[in-house]
């Protein structure tokens, strides 16, 4: 069972924690109606105590917990802070340790807007990346100098610790976790549920200080850097294998260990992730954007396209041209 718990405290915005919660919500019953081995999710509020907390808005919340009775997590949420966070701060500050304890669990832990202050003040920011909400940014970094704040990026990631930006970067995040727990199919079918008119995906919108290269493999790193330099060129899994000095069989078994997907698989993602770039920048044609990323065949490109991302190629780019606010590139 996965389990996920939000924050409660009276200047939590609601939307910034029931929007996560539906996402997720929503996506461990898809996952649960289509998939015979999942893993349910349970979805936890956890308060000062177990008194309902009013929120900024007038909603009333009641915790199923306490926040110092949290179980172990997967994923804990700092709902957005409304205006001046320092209330905020200085009531959560007997729980600082209990915070650093479940920073250090490996627990994800995601901050939404100015409750990246909570992460700040408890020391577990500093020397990481970070973001806030962009009204935050002067008074973020004068009040948190040890913090490299990302002010371009909506999202960071630093190990397990992540911070949004904003409401909207919330439901990315979301999109994540759930790609990250039940699958891509299901991430995207919920993506479109919830916004159809498709948002940018999370390893493009994000700062991140780890994707499939937080590993010490050198020679994965190099086989990695070879198939992004050679995307337009067939795999040959031999080859590659001969140029690394290894097996094939024993650069299957690394590459897999290391990044947690087959060679093959790294390389169609690599592919997917830069023909959605020239749909959406390019007026290239279809069986172009094919040829573009190495594949000859625009019917199979066309058909890994829509079962990656969840829609034809020419169905994602009239999407996402209807939210370019640049022209695009020729």
Request: contains cysteine; positive net charge; charged residues 20%.
């Amino acid at each position: 069972m996965y389990t996920a718990a939000a924050l409660l405290y009276p200047q939590a915005l609601a939307s910034s924690l029931t929007l996560p919660m539906e996402i997720l919500g929503a996506a461990a019953q898809l996952a649960g109606s289509q998939q015979r081995r999942r893993r349910p999710l349970r979805f936890l509020l956890a308060g000062p105590s177990r008194a309902p907390v009013t929120l900024q808005s007038g909603l009333k919340l009641v915790p199923d917990i306490s926040i110092w009775e949290l179980p172990r997590l997967d994923l804990l949420l700092l709902p957005a802070i409304w205006r001046n966070p320092q209330p905020c701060l200085r009531s959560l500050a007997p729980w600082q340790a209990t915070l650093r304890e479940i920073c250090t669990d490996g627990t994800r832990i995601c901050s939404v807007g100015t409750a990246s202050h909570i992460l700040a003040e408890a020391g577990l920011l500093d020397g990481r990346a970070a973001t806030t909400h962009w009204g935050d940014f002067d008074r973020f970094r004068t009040h948190y100098p040890r913090v490299l704040l990302k002010t371009r990026h909506l999202i960071t990631q630093s190990d397990n610790l992540y911070c949004a930006g904003s409401v909207n970067s919330i439901a990315d995040f979301s999109v994540h976790i759930a790609e990250l727990w039940f699958g891509s199919a299901i991430a995207r079918a919920i993506e479109h549920q919830f916004s159809p008119e498709i948002r940018r995906p999370f390893r493009a919108a994000a700062w991140q200080d780890r994707q499939h290269t937080a590993h010490h493999d050198e020679h994965i790193l190099q086989a990695q850097q070879w198939l992004q330099d050679h995307l337009q060129q067939p795999l040959q899994l031999s080859t590659l294998a001969k140029q690394l000095d290894l097996s094939t069989r024993t650069l299957s078994r690394r590459f897999r260990n290391a990044t947690g997907l087959s060679p093959q698989q790294y390389l169609n993602n690599l592919r997917i992730q830069t023909a959605r770039e020239l749909l959406r920048r390019s007026n290239l044609g279809v069986a172009e954007v094919a040829w573009q990323v190495g594949l000859q065949d625009a019917s199979y490109f066309s058909a890994l396209f829509r079962r990656e991302v969840g829609m034809t190629p020419g169905q994602y780019r009239a999407a996402v041209r209807g939210k370019l606010f640049q022209p695009p590139l020729s």
